[in-house]
Protein backbone atom coordinates (compact mmCIF):
# COMPACT_ATOMS: atom_id res chain seq x y z
CA UNK A 1 0.00 0.00 0.00
CA UNK A 2 1.45 3.61 -0.87
CA UNK A 3 1.33 5.93 1.86
CA UNK A 4 1.07 9.69 0.86
CA UNK A 5 3.85 11.59 3.26
CA UNK A 6 3.70 14.97 0.92
CA UNK A 7 2.40 16.18 -2.28
CA UNK A 8 3.34 14.20 -5.07
CA UNK A 9 5.45 11.70 -2.96
CA UNK A 10 4.48 8.56 -1.54
CA UNK A 11 6.11 5.45 -0.19
CA UNK A 12 5.52 1.80 0.22
CA UNK A 13 7.16 -0.81 2.73
CA UNK A 14 8.42 -3.65 2.44
CA UNK A 15 8.42 -6.65 5.22
CA UNK A 16 12.44 -7.18 4.21
CA UNK A 17 14.38 -4.74 6.38
CA UNK A 18 11.33 -2.15 6.52
CA UNK A 19 12.39 -1.40 2.93
CA UNK A 20 11.07 1.64 1.61
CA UNK A 21 9.76 2.26 -2.00
CA UNK A 22 9.36 5.61 -2.94
CA UNK A 23 7.15 7.13 -5.71
CA UNK A 24 7.64 10.60 -6.62
CA UNK A 25 6.16 12.76 -9.01
CA UNK A 26 7.77 14.95 -11.69
CA UNK A 27 6.74 17.23 -14.60
CA UNK A 28 7.50 14.09 -16.87
CA UNK A 29 5.73 11.29 -14.83
CA UNK A 30 6.68 9.21 -11.91
CA UNK A 31 9.95 8.05 -10.73
CA UNK A 32 10.44 5.10 -8.65
CA UNK A 33 13.35 5.23 -6.20
CA UNK A 34 15.00 2.49 -4.73
CA UNK A 35 11.82 0.10 -5.60
CA UNK A 36 11.87 -3.24 -3.81
CA UNK A 37 12.70 -5.84 -2.42
CA UNK A 38 10.20 -9.08 -3.29
CA UNK A 39 8.62 -10.10 -6.26
CA UNK A 40 5.34 -9.82 -4.50
CA UNK A 41 6.17 -6.59 -3.37
CA UNK A 42 7.93 -5.34 -6.65
CA UNK A 43 3.84 -6.58 -8.04
CA UNK A 44 2.15 -4.77 -5.78
CA UNK A 45 4.15 -1.62 -5.74
CA UNK A 46 3.22 -1.76 -9.80
CA UNK A 47 -0.59 -2.25 -8.89
CA UNK A 48 0.13 0.66 -6.99
CA UNK A 49 1.41 2.95 -9.08
CA UNK A 50 -1.07 1.72 -12.20
CA UNK A 51 -3.42 3.29 -9.55
CA UNK A 52 -2.38 6.61 -9.39
CA UNK A 53 -2.94 6.71 -13.14
CA UNK A 54 0.61 8.64 -14.18
CA UNK A 55 3.23 7.07 -16.11
CA UNK A 56 6.83 5.93 -15.14
CA UNK A 57 9.06 7.96 -16.88
CA UNK A 58 12.11 6.77 -14.61
CA UNK A 59 13.73 5.17 -12.06
CA UNK A 60 16.65 6.25 -9.46
CA UNK A 61 19.12 4.34 -7.23
CA UNK A 62 20.52 5.72 -4.40
CA UNK A 63 22.94 3.61 -4.09
CA UNK A 64 25.01 0.33 -5.28
CA UNK A 65 23.90 -2.02 -2.43
CA UNK A 66 21.76 -4.91 -4.37
CA UNK A 67 18.33 -4.18 -2.11
CA UNK A 68 18.15 -0.73 -3.84
CA UNK A 69 19.26 -1.71 -7.58
CA UNK A 70 15.69 -3.67 -8.53
CA UNK A 71 13.42 -3.05 -10.70
CA UNK A 72 10.57 -5.18 -12.08
CA UNK A 73 9.18 -5.48 -16.17
CA UNK A 74 6.00 -3.56 -15.08
CA UNK A 75 7.58 -0.66 -14.22
CA UNK A 76 8.69 -0.34 -18.13
CA UNK A 77 11.86 0.16 -20.17
CA UNK A 78 12.43 3.58 -18.89
CA UNK A 79 16.07 5.26 -17.91
CA UNK A 80 17.18 4.11 -14.09
CA UNK A 81 19.35 6.57 -13.19
CA UNK A 82 21.68 7.11 -10.55
CA UNK A 83 24.91 9.19 -9.74
CA UNK A 84 27.42 9.00 -12.58
CA UNK A 85 30.08 7.70 -10.19
CA UNK A 86 27.59 4.54 -9.14
CA UNK A 87 26.12 3.54 -12.84
CA UNK A 88 29.85 3.63 -14.02
CA UNK A 89 31.01 1.45 -11.44
CA UNK A 90 27.78 -0.66 -11.24
CA UNK A 91 29.52 -3.42 -13.97
CA UNK A 92 31.82 -4.34 -11.27
CA UNK A 93 28.93 -4.87 -9.16
CA UNK A 94 25.97 -6.45 -10.74
CA UNK A 95 26.54 -10.45 -10.00
CA UNK A 96 27.47 -9.72 -6.63
CA UNK A 97 24.39 -8.27 -6.28
CA UNK A 98 22.36 -10.22 -8.10
CA UNK A 99 23.26 -13.61 -6.36
CA UNK A 100 22.83 -11.44 -3.30
CA UNK A 101 19.43 -10.74 -4.25
CA UNK A 102 18.37 -14.36 -5.29
CA UNK A 103 19.95 -15.41 -1.58
CA UNK A 104 17.51 -12.63 0.22
CA UNK A 105 14.62 -12.84 -1.26
CA UNK A 106 12.07 -14.94 -3.93
CA UNK A 107 10.72 -13.57 -7.49
CA UNK A 108 13.11 -10.90 -7.62
CA UNK A 109 13.39 -10.37 -11.58
CA UNK A 110 17.59 -10.81 -11.35
CA UNK A 111 18.16 -9.77 -15.19
CA UNK A 112 16.87 -6.05 -14.14
CA UNK A 113 19.22 -5.75 -11.44
CA UNK A 114 21.82 -2.39 -11.80
CA UNK A 115 20.86 -1.30 -15.43
CA UNK A 116 21.83 2.15 -14.74
CA UNK A 117 22.33 5.20 -16.71
CA UNK A 118 24.45 8.04 -15.20
CA UNK A 119 21.67 11.15 -14.26
CA UNK A 120 22.51 14.02 -16.37
CA UNK A 121 23.85 17.45 -14.68
CA UNK A 122 20.30 18.69 -15.05
CA UNK A 123 18.66 15.76 -12.74
CA UNK A 124 16.43 14.94 -15.94
CA UNK A 125 13.30 14.06 -14.43
CA UNK A 126 14.13 14.21 -11.32
CA UNK A 127 12.80 16.77 -9.56
CA UNK A 128 14.59 18.54 -6.55
CA UNK A 129 18.08 18.62 -5.70
CA UNK A 130 21.05 15.58 -5.45
CA UNK A 131 22.96 15.22 -1.54
CA UNK A 132 25.78 13.57 -2.77
CA UNK A 133 28.19 12.09 -0.38
CA UNK A 134 30.71 9.12 0.13
CA UNK A 135 29.38 7.45 3.06
CA UNK A 136 27.85 4.24 4.01
CA UNK A 137 28.64 3.35 -0.18
CA UNK A 138 30.27 4.53 -3.31
CA UNK A 139 28.39 7.77 -4.67
CA UNK A 140 25.66 7.99 -2.55
CA UNK A 141 23.29 10.42 -3.06
CA UNK A 142 19.65 11.93 -1.05
CA UNK A 143 17.12 13.64 -2.77
CA UNK A 144 16.30 16.61 -1.30
CA UNK A 145 12.63 17.94 -2.41
CA UNK A 146 12.33 21.17 -0.88
CA UNK A 147 9.46 22.58 -2.55
CA UNK A 148 7.65 19.40 -0.74
CA UNK A 149 9.80 19.32 2.37
CA UNK A 150 10.93 15.86 1.83
CA UNK A 151 14.25 14.65 2.07
CA UNK A 152 14.88 10.83 0.38
CA UNK A 153 17.95 10.01 2.92
CA UNK A 154 19.13 6.65 1.24
CA UNK A 155 20.91 4.60 3.34
CA UNK A 156 20.90 6.97 6.33
CA UNK A 157 18.88 8.16 9.07
CA UNK A 158 16.93 5.06 9.72
CA UNK A 159 15.57 3.94 13.15
CA UNK A 160 15.90 0.59 12.67
CA UNK A 161 19.81 0.66 10.84
CA UNK A 162 22.77 1.73 12.72
CA UNK A 163 24.55 3.92 10.53
CA UNK A 164 27.16 0.97 8.34
CA UNK A 165 30.45 2.28 7.36
CA UNK A 166 31.96 1.18 3.68
CA UNK A 167 34.07 -2.02 5.11
CA UNK A 168 35.98 -1.81 1.38
CA UNK A 169 37.25 2.15 1.98
CA UNK A 170 39.24 4.47 4.29
CA UNK A 171 38.14 7.32 6.01
CA UNK A 172 34.61 6.96 6.49
CA UNK A 173 34.36 8.23 9.73
CA UNK A 174 35.23 11.37 8.05
CA UNK A 175 33.15 11.05 5.00
CA UNK A 176 30.14 9.71 7.68
CA UNK A 177 30.77 12.71 9.32
CA UNK A 178 30.66 15.56 6.17
CA UNK A 179 27.49 13.36 4.80
CA UNK A 180 25.65 13.87 8.08
CA UNK A 181 26.79 17.72 8.54
CA UNK A 182 25.04 17.84 4.27
CA UNK A 183 22.24 15.76 5.13
CA UNK A 184 21.62 18.34 8.00
CA UNK A 185 22.24 20.99 6.27
CA UNK A 186 19.41 19.96 3.31
CA UNK A 187 17.32 18.79 6.42
CA UNK A 188 16.84 22.32 7.20
CA UNK A 189 14.48 22.68 4.35
CA UNK A 190 11.95 19.61 5.49
CA UNK A 191 9.97 18.58 8.01
CA UNK A 192 9.85 14.54 6.47
CA UNK A 193 12.68 12.57 6.38
CA UNK A 194 12.29 8.68 4.34
CA UNK A 195 15.21 6.68 5.31
CA UNK A 196 15.91 3.57 3.02
CA UNK A 197 14.76 1.42 5.90
CA UNK A 198 12.77 2.11 8.84
CA UNK A 199 9.75 4.61 9.71
CA UNK A 200 9.36 7.30 7.99
CA UNK A 201 10.49 10.54 10.36
CA UNK A 202 8.42 13.87 10.51
CA UNK A 203 8.89 16.80 12.69
CA UNK A 204 10.87 17.02 15.41
CA UNK A 205 11.97 13.35 14.89
CA UNK A 206 14.02 14.49 11.70
CA UNK A 207 16.52 16.04 14.00
CA UNK A 208 16.49 12.98 16.55
CA UNK A 209 17.25 10.68 13.66
CA UNK A 210 20.69 13.33 12.55
CA UNK A 211 21.51 13.07 16.59
CA UNK A 212 21.75 9.78 16.86
CA UNK A 213 23.72 9.08 13.94
CA UNK A 214 25.90 11.69 15.13
CA UNK A 215 26.05 10.26 18.98
CA UNK A 216 26.43 6.87 16.83
CA UNK A 217 29.87 8.15 14.74
CA UNK A 218 31.14 10.41 17.71
CA UNK A 219 31.26 7.22 19.80
CA UNK A 220 33.22 5.43 17.08
CA UNK A 221 35.31 8.37 16.35
CA UNK A 222 36.10 8.23 20.47
CA UNK A 223 36.55 4.63 20.32
CA UNK A 224 33.79 4.15 22.99
CA UNK A 225 30.64 1.93 22.81
CA UNK A 226 27.71 3.59 21.86
CA UNK A 227 24.33 3.85 23.76
CA UNK A 228 22.12 3.50 20.96
CA UNK A 229 18.79 2.08 21.51
CA UNK A 230 18.90 0.25 17.74
CA UNK A 231 21.86 -1.93 19.11
CA UNK A 232 18.84 -3.83 20.82
CA UNK A 233 18.71 -6.18 17.86
CA UNK A 234 20.69 -8.68 18.65
CA UNK A 235 21.11 -9.18 14.50
CA UNK A 236 23.15 -5.72 14.07
CA UNK A 237 26.13 -7.22 16.59
CA UNK A 238 27.58 -8.46 13.22
CA UNK A 239 27.51 -4.98 11.23
CA UNK A 240 28.31 -3.06 14.85
CA UNK A 241 31.33 -5.21 14.86
CA UNK A 242 32.89 -4.11 11.15
CA UNK A 243 32.18 -0.37 11.92
CA UNK A 244 34.58 -0.89 15.20
CA UNK A 245 37.14 -2.39 12.95
CA UNK A 246 36.69 0.07 10.63
CA UNK A 247 36.98 2.99 12.85
CA UNK A 248 40.11 1.36 14.30
CA UNK A 249 42.12 1.81 10.97
ZN1 LIG B 1 19.61 -0.68 1.91
Redo the contacts with the bound molecule.
Keep these: MLNQVADGVWVRQSGW?W?NAVVVRGEAGLILV?P?IDGADLDQLADDVDRLGIPVVAGFS??L?W??LLWHPRFGEVPRYAMPASAEAVGAVRERAQSMAAESASGIPLELIGLLTPLPDDGGPLPGEIVAHEAHALGHAAVLLADRGVLLA??MLSDV?IPMLDPRRPGQLGAYEAALDRLGEAARHVDVVVP??GAVAEGPEVAARLAADRAYIDALRRGIDPVDARLDQDWLAAPHRTNLEQARR
Design positions: VSDGTHHDHGDLGH
